[in-house]
């Protein structure tokens, strides 16, 4: 989805240097923590194609996240951002650990 546009993230550092095209929008990145389906990331995780080894064993891959997240309407760049800190960077992240900061970010 687009992004709703608003306050930025970081409003005093180029995107270039948060190697992302743009400055999210903190509405954008609140919607993909506060949305229904980061309440359940064990379901996101059994209703999505096993795209590696990790994922057949239960663990979030970001293919997973992202699809689930735009197949809600969320926008690419926000779902990328909340899933890069849930995950340390990582392109996979155990369930229990990303359900746990989303949770916490979502309070």
């Not at 609140?30 to 999505?48: G, H, L, T, Y």
């Amino acid at each position: 989805g687009k992004s709703k546009g608003g306050e930025r993230l970081l409003k005093f550092i180029p995107p270039q240097l948060l190697l992302y095209p743009e400055n999210p929008s903190v509405e954008d990145l609140q919607d993909v923590v506060a949305a229904p389906i980061a309440r359940d990331v064990k379901a996101m995780v059994e209703n999505s194609p096993k795209d590696c080894y990790m994922a057949e064993r239960g663990y979030l891959s970001y293919t997973c996240f992202r699809s689930n997240m735009e197949r809600e309407g969320f926008n690419p760049l926000a779902a990328r951002v909340v899933y890069e800190l849930a995950s340390n960077g990582n392109e996979i992240v155990d369930p229990e650990t990303a359900q746990a900061r989303l949770d916490k970010w979502a309070k």
